[in-house]
């Protein structure tokens, strides 16, 4: 009785519920104008939105990990053939394994963006390494955690801090530690590194944060780079995370 229903034609944004099947509804015609859909943990109603050519362009929250527990479903997901119009995708709980599935399928289609969250800081030196190896062309790909950005443009590095100053500057440092590692980058890899501030940043004007405590940990950061002879670049400005903290999943 719900699927079809005329006011369903006015819905942009939907979140689906983790019981029963919402793909009959949000794949009938009269949905025309849906082009944001988030999940829950379980990806229900997933299979029949990828196989449908809803015009929907972006989807959030995918907990990759109870997407491939399924054979079926995970390889419509990689192979997408569907959804003509997706054009973002923002997962998380994945190993670089699985991620490297999904970056070789045919769902990492020409001009997609790809938003990963990295489910520990520390991780960051691998993922980024592993993501230098096989750096995609035709598709961005970004790295987050809960205080910072991580993307490849061109050949720099580029990082992207949020306000809580000494997270966001010690998961930097993280990211960093994979320059000049085994393992990590390679001499010639990258141009330069730039790393983004919120404004007051580099005179260490956070809140709640000792200007003299943020500013030796930026200095910490510029020691890594210069031991590593990689250039660094700070700016400041209103910089947004791609994907703020508090539009993220609970269970990521």
Same mark, same amino acid.
């Given at each position: 009785e719900l699927a079809g229903h005329p006011l369903w034609a006015t819905v942009r944004e939907a979140k689906l519920s983790e019981t029963g099947d919402p793909?009959?509804?949000?794949?009938?015609?009269?949905?025309?104008? @849906?082009?944001? /859909?988030?999940?829950w943990t379980y990806p229900r109603g997933l299979q029949g939105l990828l196989?449908?050519?809803?015009?929907?362009?972006?989807?959030?929250?995918?907990?990759?990990?109870?997407?491939k527990r399924d054979k079926k479903l995970w390889s419509t997901?990689?192979?997408?053939?569907?959804?003509?119009?997706?054009? @973002?995708?923002? /997962?998380?709980?994945?190993t670089l394994e699985t991620a490297a599935e999904l970056w070789s399928g045919a769902i990492a289609r020409s001009g997609m963006q790809i938003f990963q969250r990295v489910d520990a800081a520390w991780r960051l030196t691998e993922w980024i390494a592993a993501l230098a190896e096989s750096r995609p062309e035709h598709f961005s790909l970004t790295l987050f955690t809960d205080h910072i950005d991580v993307a490849f443009e061109g050949d720099s590095l580029v990082i992207t801090l949020g306000p809580h100053a000494l997270d966001a500057l010690e998961e930097a440092a993280s990211a960093l530690d994979a320059l000049g590692k085994k393992d990590g980058l390679s001499e010639g890899q990258l141009s330069r590194v730039r790393l983004r501030l919120p404004k007051g940043g580099v005179k260490g004007s956070?809140?709640?944060?000792?200007?003299?405590?943020a500013k030796a940990m930026l200095g910490a950061i510029e020691s890594i780079c210069a031991k590593r002879k990689c250039p660094l670049v700070i700016e400041e400005g209103d910089f947004d995370l791609a994907y703020p903290r508090e539009a993220r999943p609970r269970y990521s």
């Open positions: 793909a009959p509804i949000i794949t009938h015609p009269v949905m025309q104008s @849906l082009r944001v /859909v988030h999940m196989e449908s050519d809803a015009p929907v362009e972006e989807i959030h929250d995918l907990y990759l990990p109870n997407v997901f990689v192979g997408c053939k569907g959804l003509p119009s997706l054009r @973002l995708l923002k /997962v998380s709980g994945a956070y809140p709640h944060e000792k200007p003299a405590t």
